[in-house]
């Protein structure tokens, strides 16, 4: 379906015009949106990525194999994010004034969008848990670079490859009969990376060890609506 390629892209474009048209960066809000989309992303994982893995693998492989490739993802996301600097769960941390273009970050988040797209077609629900990611990652990026010295063009640029990476995956996964053939294998290893950020996104959201009643509410709402999904 197209609307399966076009929303992420919506998603990001959002998150960059909430930025530079409206200077909407409130930190607190921002983070109560990671802490739902960590939920939902979590939620959607466990209740519809999982099972449909695990319950193919039964029929074609060994499920020990396939966990190997769960744990692979979560090693793999680890190593992106050497690059990344944890963008995908909300961090960008980089000299104010940088003017090259940041390269290592660029490739990194692409390479985990890319991934990302490869199950949208075919697992309920994973589309809306990656537009509400998207969002407040597209809001922190969109910051991070509109107030380093990067060129507005770069930036541009930047947002625009950010955001057709994962419908470019969930392309290739579509049309690519090479993919078809390791499609379980490389599931779960997007399920891997899933579990990872947003795991990382739960355990950041409460800072400090304290109690926050407004990111635990959005959290338990976020799996509540992925669990009705």
């Given amino acids: 379906m197209m609307i399966n ?20 960066d409130n930190q607190r809000n921002i983070k109560i949106l990671l802490a739902f ?8 994982t466990i209740f519809n990525l999982l099972p449909e893995i695990f319950e193919h693998s039964i029929h074609s492989t060994n499920s020990k194999y396939i966990g190997l490739f769960v744990l692979f993802g979560i090693l793999f996301q680890i190593f992106l994010e050497y690059f990344s600097k944890g963008a995908e769960h909300g961090h960008v941390h980089s000299h104010d004034r940088q003017k090259k273009f940041p390269w ?25 848990g990656i537009i509400i990611h998207k969002i407040p990652v597209a809001i922190i990026l969109a910051t991070f670079l509109l ?76 799996i509540a609506i992925a669990y009705f999904i």
């Fill in 5 to 24: 390629y076009l929303l992420p892209i919506i998603a990001v474009i959002i998150g960059f015009v909430v930025v530079y048209f409206l200077k909407l």
């Fill in 147 to 222: 107030r380093s010295a990067i060129s507005k063009p770069n930036t541009f640029i930047f947002m625009l490859l950010f955001a057709i990476a994962t419908p470019l995956g969930s392309f290739v996964s579509e049309n690519f009969a090479i993919i078809t053939h390791y499609y379980t294998e490389i599931v779960a290893l997007v399920i891997g990376i899933f579990l990872h950020i947003s795991t990382t996104i739960l355990f950041e959201s409460s800072e400090g060890h304290r109690f926050n009643l407004a990111k635990f509410t959005a959290i338990i709402s976020a």
């Fill in 37 to 44: 989309s960590g939920g939902f992303l979590l939620a959607i």
């Fill in 104 to 128: 290592l970050l660029f490739f990194s988040l692409s390479i985990h969008a890319f991934l990302e797209g490869f199950p949208i077609h075919k697992t309920h629900g994973l589309l809306a």
